[in-house]
């Protein structure tokens, strides 16, 4: 089978759309390095003193350590229930099994503004109830990124459940062998890459969150995009260009590892 290569005027072309598409990150480089309290191009001084402060602030080391934190608990009882909900579905073979489906999958066809509502409403009326799940706590914030991914998971589960053959599963069946042990032995085995997937999927999702977190924290829980958000609405501070800088280098460095090893894993079948 014959490979189709580009030519040198698709190459090009393709350089100068990704170049246009990636000049508003390039140009938040230069910004980083100002040595003003604004966001403002360097005027032929170049400072370190918003990556220090990154580094030195406590509550920018404290917001991203709850970014972390709500992102992995969240992720973890999405995957848990969208993986316990797909196998249900996958197993069972329900009569209203798409309208099930429809409903998992409501908070992702829903407007973020009326999602986003329907959390503050109620979170705020878990609050006279409890502190611990509640508006503006740790608990709701973890609650609210849930419910928002929780439909991507059961995508992916549901893409990697599709993958298995059946038959496996009635032969384990066939041979006495209980719910859980075809749960755990048959089934989970064979999605485990599609379950990484579907958490790596869920954590950057709860990571980039803003929208709903808005309307659900106020001033006790601050993720990092909440952090920064605030730091462009109130005093536009230069630190956030700094934070951008550091997670685009993170986030490129993560793309290069990938093409290498896929690039290794090329030439190691030829």
Not at 31 to 49: H, I, N
Not at 236 to 259: F, G, H, K
Request: aromatic share 10%.
């Amino acid at each position: 089978m014959t490979k189709l290569h580009p030519g040198r005027l698709a190459t090009l072309l393709t350089a100068l759309v990704a170049l246009f598409l990636l000049m508003p990150l390039i140009a938040v480089v230069p910004v980083s390095f100002t040595s003003r309290r604004y966001l403002s191009l360097p005027d032929g001084k170049y400072s370190l003193r918003h990556y220090q402060a990154l580094w030195e602030d406590p509550e920018w080391l404290s917001s991203f350590l709850t970014s972390v934190q709500v992102g992995v608990i969240a992720s973890l009882l999405a995957v848990a229930l969208a993986t316990a909900f797909c196998i249900g579905i996958w197993m069972l073979r329900p009569r209203f099994s798409g309208l099930m489906t429809g409903f998992v999958l409501l908070p992702m066809v829903a407007p973020p503004v009326v999602s986003s509502l329907t959390l503050y409403f109620f979170l705020k009326k878990l609050s006279e109830w409890n502190s611990l799940i509640a508006y503006d706590s740790l608990g709701g914030v973890i609650l609210a990124h849930m419910v928002m991914i929780v439909p991507y998971a059961v995508v992916v589960v549901m893409v990697s459940l599709s993958q298995i053959d059946r038959r496996m599963d009635l032969a384990a069946q066939s041979m006495g062998a209980s719910v859980p042990t075809r749960i755990f032995g048959v089934i989970l085995p064979n999605i485990r890459f599609g379950l990484l997937g579907a958490f790596f999927l869920c954590f950057l999702l709860s990571w980039d969150e803003i929208g709903v977190t808005l309307f659900v924290t106020s001033v006790e829980t601050i993720t990092l995009p909440r952090r920064m958000w605030m730091g462009l609405r109130d005093n536009v501070d230069p630190s956030i260009a700094a934070l951008s800088v550091l997670l685009i280098l993170v986030v490129s460095l993560l793309v290069i590892a990938r093409a290498l090893l896929l690039m290794r894993k090329e030439r190691a079948a030829r």
